[in-house]
């Protein structure tokens, strides 16, 4: 099944990119797009490369040009090593990776999916559904990060459920190599080893904190195993710092890359406060209409993982005991939750929306809360908004638009 969806949803874009060519305008402002031809592939195929996925295949074949630290190192430097095996082609090598991982990360994810929901089949392919429906989607299998991510991040959560801490190192690991939201995966881990430390009932505080730091403190495995989501981006900032002699150049080189981006911390009121004043006064143009995507996408999202996180209390993953404490029942749906939500709001820190709606891709407990919605009336219409935008993001997006 999941091969059948995965096709059907590579043939469906590819339908997509080939129409839109010839009906929406070519605007194709970006960085080293004279360079497209080169790769002597159809334009339908090489418009996936749009935008990030050049800068990525040129720090491939180049190593960091100025600024283009921002963009982490893992898929540059599989595509670097594996372009000799396809025709020494970076273009069709970066996508091959990212087909390949997206495939692989869906079957494990379906098997993640298993685990946590008693093997519901039924419900573990409208979550795929969802995912793939959602309107940038077409990220998974484009020359970006998404598709590699998305294995890795979903390999880490699988083989913490199945408590294979090597596999769970390395995964996470590499996750935090390819983007700096790996490093949220700590969560999930460190929640993980507190059911495995503290025993499911214990009354004194004194004595599960104690607990906890010899748990984590005395057994270095586990130390190790809650430190993993931070040694591939401090790996990283080790070389930035030998490099360019700022560990963390990869913020603050943010705002060359445009969309107003700062280096420094913008909470989130003040990013609400910037996208009211961009639909009273902004002309109204696509960067406008992106905008809307932009600030819809963040505020459906974030409604839906509060929604996830009452319907979690409700459920019984926590439940109110006796003087006002809480008993959590289910850590894995809680870390997921808050892994989601981390997930969202960092990029918003740089004091805009820009990009969310690929971004929101990993939000994981926004998809698997869709697939819980009984109304299928509310979800058919959420399949017809998902289509659509999915269509017209893609469709701009492969001729040169900024979407996300």
């Known amino acids: 099944m999941i ?181 949220f995966l700590i969560v999930p881990i460190v929640f993980h080893l507190i059911q495995r430390i503290v025993p499911p009932k214990v009354g004194d505080n004194n004595q599960t904190m104690k607990q906890l730091n010899n748990g984590f403190i005395l057994n270095t495995k586990y130390l190790i195993l809650a430190l993993s989501p931070l040694l591939g981006l401090g790996l990283y900032c080790l070389y930035l710092f030998k490099t360019t002699g700022d560990p963390l150049f990869f913020l603050t080189s943010q705002p060359i890359f445009g969309a107003n981006r700062s280096s420094h911390l913008i909470l989130l009121p003040q990013v609400y406060w910037r996208y009211f004043k961009i639909f009273l006064t902004a002309a109204h143009d696509s960067r406008f209409y992106v905008s809307v995507v932009e600030f819809f996408t963040f505020n459906f999202v974030f409604i839906i993982l509060i929604f996830d996180l009452f319907k979690n209390l409700k459920i019984k993953n926590w439940k109110l005991i006796e003087n006002c404490k809480l008993k959590i029942e289910n850590y894995d749906l809680l870390a997921l939750n808050i892994f989601s939500f981390s997930n969202l709001i960092l990029p918003t820190l740089t004091g805009t929306f820009s990009s969310i709606p690929r971004y929101s891709l990993f939000s994981l407990s926004f998809f698997i809360y869709l697939a819980q919605i009984k109304n299928n009336l509310i979800k058919y219409l959420i399949f017809i908004v998902f289509l659509i935008l999915h269509i017209l993001l893609l469709g701009y997006f492969t001729q040169g638009y900024f979407i996300s």
């Open 3 to 183: 091969v059948v969806l995965f096709f059907f949803w590579r043939i469906f874009d590819f339908i997509i990119i080939f129409f839109s060519q010839k009906i929406i305008p070519y605007l194709g402002f970006f960085p080293y797009k004279d360079q497209l031809p080169g790769f002597n592939l159809p334009s339908w195929i090489s418009a996936l490369a749009n935008f990030d996925g050049l800068h990525y295949i040129s720090i491939a074949r180049n190593g960091y040009a100025q600024y283009e630290q921002a963009f982490f190192p893992l898929y540059s430097i599989l595509i670097k090593f594996l372009t000799p095996l396809f025709f020494n082609n970076q273009l069709l090598t970066g996508l091959l990776i990212s087909n390949v991982s997206f495939l692989i990360g869906l079957f494990i994810f379906s098997k993640y999916l298993k685990l946590m929901s008693s093997n519901n089949q039924q419900f573990n392919n409208l979550t795929i559904v969802f995912i793939l429906l959602f309107p940038t989607s077409f990220f998974f299998g484009a020359v970006y990060t998404e598709g590699l991510f998305f294995l890795l991040l979903i390999s880490t959560l699988y083989f913490l459920k199945k408590e294979n801490y090597l596999a769970v190192i390395v995964f996470a690991f590499l996750t935090s190599l390819t983007r700096l939201v790996g490093v």
